[in-house]
């Protein structure tokens, strides 16, 4: 009898745990697996062939400077969204007239789906008639429309410049809100009694604000962290990861691949996936989810 | 983990009322500040309906605006087999957000009102699962749905509603756990029973969390790009979820812009209503497990 009612969790629990075993915990199997085995295109498997598809992915040309392409990626990203939310955050937690409609305005790029963003600045880039473009022309920056200077995505420096702009944009906003609530957090007597002390605004700011939004940072940052190096549609909108692989992460390559040589796919995945999970035990390690779990 | 997102009345009116001598410009300056960002929030979405009121002759004129405006993108875009994406999109995005909520209510009502062993260890798979996408196991997910043979709908389904389910527990945890169990209690000394005390009672007041899980499920399984596209290659345009068929408006030598971005409105503008209702409370879903 008691043995039964330790086992009644199991019961509120199980559909949960059934529903990420089949989603999230059987699809890692069938990777690791499919990474030891020779899969064409097609998805027909011809059968195992030990470490080949590693080696293979080990000896791409491109393999190192995608892999160096997706550090700079996932650092420039992050690391300007959080700079710019930190300014958003303090700018929306000032009370104003109009704050509610401004911070409607805020979340549309997290509502939206990233890939209508994409395609709304594919478009707007455009060499002939993108409005950006249009506008640069106007204002005298780019010189004659259709040039190669008009052409942003057809060059990967200024292409992948756009698309970490782009990339920025819809990380805004979740962050920003992240930062928010973590202000929000911070009670107000905490800044009375700086300011009591006589720091200015900017050295309550260094020395109050960041020290206590100091747990918000963090979550923030590794959820973007996670969010952009599994971003797929902003750079499969704007360029494909072309010329070449020259605008590839390693998504991007990793979907590339799977076109031709599924084997090899999954090994990039797995390779992808273990990246994941050291930022996720980084993540858990210096987060306080203990804690809460506990409480 | 609530107190964070709503914050004491009290307090926020004390912290404001002391510079209230020098604050009519700084307010101004900032409500301006504010005013700018907004529009550049705006600005590329606002675009959309230029561009899909833009006739097509004009497609390739480099000017801002159109000369005349249309809504021909919008009354022809039915033709293009838009209706039968739209219900493919509302099937997956409902079918998932109820799987979500029959799946994620009983483990995180267990997970707030009772310890068990196991508990900790579920909690920490679920938290780890949110940090998981399906970018990173995309080969499996594909090698796996494909294997079982369900219809491309039915697998994005079950596969939204995976992905979808951490913020859901995460949210409802929270809830739960903030109505005291007392409240159960007295209702069932009362006669409600169990389940009146469950119905009557508890889900009532969970009630904003439940329409958080519901509305941001829906949101994130109806903008799903990545999978969508991968499960449902092969598919006729019309049985295709909505992201994946606003790239057939791509063509390999021109792009029939007008009614993409009239699909791309007809996609956008509900899910940013719905999600203005949940606007506040979706950050402590997201980030639950770690900021206190």
């Known amino acids: ?295 | 983990m609530i107190t964070t997102t709503k914050p004491a009345p009290g307090l926020r009116a004390k912290a404001r009322s002391a510079p209230r001598s020098r604050r009519p410009l700084r307010t101004w300056v900032i409500a301006i500040a504010a005013y700018v960002i907004a529009v550049i929030f705006l600005v590329p979405y606002l675009e959309m309906i230029v561009m899909a009121m833009r006739p097509n002759n004009e497609l390739g004129l480099a000017t801002i605006l159109p000369e005349h405006w249309t809504f021909s993108n919008f009354t022809t875009l039915w033709s293009t087999g838009l209706g039968g994406s739209i219900g493919t999109s509302l099937e997956i995005a409902a079918g998932a957000t109820v799987i979500v909520l029959l799946v994620s209510l009983p483990a995180a009502y267990c997970t707030a009102r009772r310890r068990f062993r196991g508990r900790a260890a579920f909690l920490l798979l679920v938290l780890a699962t949110q940090m998981f996408q399906p970018a990173a196991m995309l080969v499996g997910i594909q090698r796996e749905f494909t294997d079982f043979g369900l219809p491309p709908t039915l697998s994005l389904i079950i596969v939204n509603a995976g992905f979808n389910l951490a913020f859901s527990v995460w949210i409802l945890n929270a809830f739960f756990s903030s109505i005291p169990a007392e409240l159960e209690e007295a209702a069932m000394v009362d006669g409600l029973g169990r389940v009146g005390a469950l119905t009557r009672i508890t889900l009532p007041l969970a009630a904003p969390g439940i329409v958080t899980a519901l509305i941001f499920t829906f949101i994130a399984a109806w903008n799903e790009f990545l999978v969508a596209l991968t499960l449902s290659l092969g598919q006729s345009p019309s049985q295709q979820p909505l992201t994946v068929a606003i790239n057939n408006y791509i063509g390999e030598y021109s792009v029939d812009w007008g009614h993409l971005f009239a699909a791309g409105l007809v996609a956008t503008v509900p899910v940013i209503i719905l999600f203005a209702f949940i606007e506040r409370r979706v950050v402590s879903g997201l980030t639950a497990g770690a900021v206190k």
Do not use: C
Not at chain 1, 30 to 55: H, K, P, R
Not at chain 1, 173 to 198: H, K, N, R, W
Not at chain 1, 257 to 272: H, R, T, Y
């Open chain 1, 1 to 295: 009898m008691l043995a039964l009612r330790r086992l009644t969790p199991l019961l509120w629990l199980g559909p949960a745990i059934a529903l990420i075993g089949v989603v999230v915990l059987w699809p890692v199997v069938v990777m690791v697996q499919s990474s030891f085995q020779q899969i064409g295109g097609e998805g027909f498997v011809a059968g195992y062939n030990g470490t080949t598809n590693y080696d293979n992915l080990f000896h791409e040309p491109d393999f190192v400077s995608v892999l160096l392409r997706t550090v700079i990626w996932v650092v420039a990203i992050v690391g300007v969204t959080m700079l710019i939310s930190l300014g958003l955050a303090q700018l929306f937690h000032q009370r104003f007239p109009g704050r509610q409609v401004t911070r409607w305005a805020l979340i549309i790029p997290w509502a939206a789906s990233v890939m209508m963003t994409a395609l709304i600045f594919k478009w707007a880039l455009d060499p002939n008639v993108g409005v950006i473009n249009v506008i640069l022309h106007h204002i005298g920056v780019v010189k004659q429309l259709g040039s190669n200077q008009a052409d942003w995505l057809g060059n990967p420096t200024s292409a992948l410049i756009w698309m970490m702009a782009v990339a920025v944009f819809v990380s805004l906003p979740f962050t920003t809100y992240a930062l928010l609530s973590g202000l929000q957090g911070i009670p107000g007597d905490v800044y009375e009694a700086a300011s009591i002390d006589g720091a200015t605004s900017w050295r309550s700011y260094l020395g109050v604000t960041l020290p206590l939004l100091r747990p918000a940072i963090l979550v923030a940052t590794l959820i973007n962290v996670i969010n952009v190096f599994n971003s797929f549609p902003i750079i499969w909108e704007m360029t494909r990861g072309g010329p070449g692989y020259e605008t590839s992460t390693s998504t991007i390559y990793m979907i590339d691949l799977k076109q031709g040589d599924v084997g090899q796919a999954a090994a990039m995945s797995v390779f992808n996936f273990l990246l994941v999970i050291v930022i996720v035990l980084v993540y858990l390690s210096t987060t306080r989810w203990k804690e809460q779990v506990g409480r």
